[in-house]
């Protein structure tokens, strides 16, 4: 079983995307499962496979440790790992060959608390991807994707598995910021120009030795834009996420190959 977990800010996209890939490689005929792990969410644009909200319910644990909405997250988030047994179990029985795992909404309760890491251990399967959604909102000038750039080496961090980072919904920005955004992840001079004309004082400092930083570590080699509304990139994304998954060997469905 090969895994994906999509993590990313809130509503970057990440439900929508799990839904488009997955229906997306349903049309290739592969056997693919999806999985809710955000306890909070009230509706899903697809339906889950498998659902940690028929584990945990945030709203008896607000009551039981008379928590806010949010302490209520933190706690319901936090007891993910406490049913991984029974998770598993699903999981296994089900077993399919892909598993896209669909995270909390605020990423830092998946990212930066413990229970993501265990979790990403505990389901991750025979190889572990992160998908992670940097809203193209925020990265359309050279200071704001130097930022979510720096989000996602964060989140490398914690996890250190094989990352992707997708500038999710790149439909909602004009066609000349898409063709800038390509531009500087494309070619490092070209986006070392666009911070020195749009960035100045120690901001500009900043940014320049990030992205140096940035630069050494290739990390744009694994960054593009997708739109889950337009499915631009979704078929390059599938491609990437094979490559990690099987070092780029076609995709084997019973007798036939997938492409
Ligand atoms: N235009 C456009 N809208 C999108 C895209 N992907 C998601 N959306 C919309 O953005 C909103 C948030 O999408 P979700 O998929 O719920 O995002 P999320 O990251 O799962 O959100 P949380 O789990 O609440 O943090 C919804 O209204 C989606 O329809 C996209 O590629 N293009
Ligand atoms: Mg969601």
Not at 187 to 207: C, H, V
């Amino acid at each position: 079983m090969y895994t994906a977990f999509i993590v990313g800010t809130a509503g970057s996209g990440k439900s929508f995307l799990t839904s488009i890939l997955a229906n997306r490689l349903k049309i290739f005929e592969i056997d693919v499962a999806t999985m809710n792990l955000d306890p909070g969410v009230l509706r899903l644009p697809y339906a889950p496979d498998m659902d940690v909200r028929e584990y945990i319910d945030i709203n008896e644990i607000m009551t039981e440790y008379e928590l806010g909405p949010n302490g209520g997250l933190v706690a319901a988030v936090d007891l993910i790992t406490s049913q991984s047994a029974e998770i598993l179990e699903e999981i296994k029985v089900r077993s399919p060959d892909i598993l896209l795992i669909d995270t909390p909404g605020q990423m830092e309760l998946f990212a930066f608390r413990p229970t993501g890491v265990i979790a990403a251990n505990q389901f991750g399967g025979e190889k572990c991807v992160l998908v992670n959604l940097m809203d193209a909102n925020l990265c359309r000038n050279p200071y704001g994707l130097i930022n979510s750039i720096v989000l996602a080496l964060s989140v490398q961090m914690r996890f250190f598995y094989p990352q992707l980072n997708l500038i999710s919904k790149s439909d909602l920005i004009e066609e000349s910021q898409l063709e800038d955004l390509q531009n500087w992840i494309e070619d490092s001079f070209a986006f070392e120009d666009a911070i020195n004309a749009t960035i100045t004082g120690e901001k500009r400092e900043l940014a320049l030795r990030l992205h140096q930083t940035i630069d050494e570590l290739q990390v744009f080699a694994e960054t593009f834009p997708v739109s889950a509304k337009t499915n631009f990139n979704i078929d390059n994304l599938y491609g990437k996420l094979q490559v990690i998954w099987q070092g780029g060997e076609d995709f084997q469905v019973e007798d036939r190959v997938i492409r």
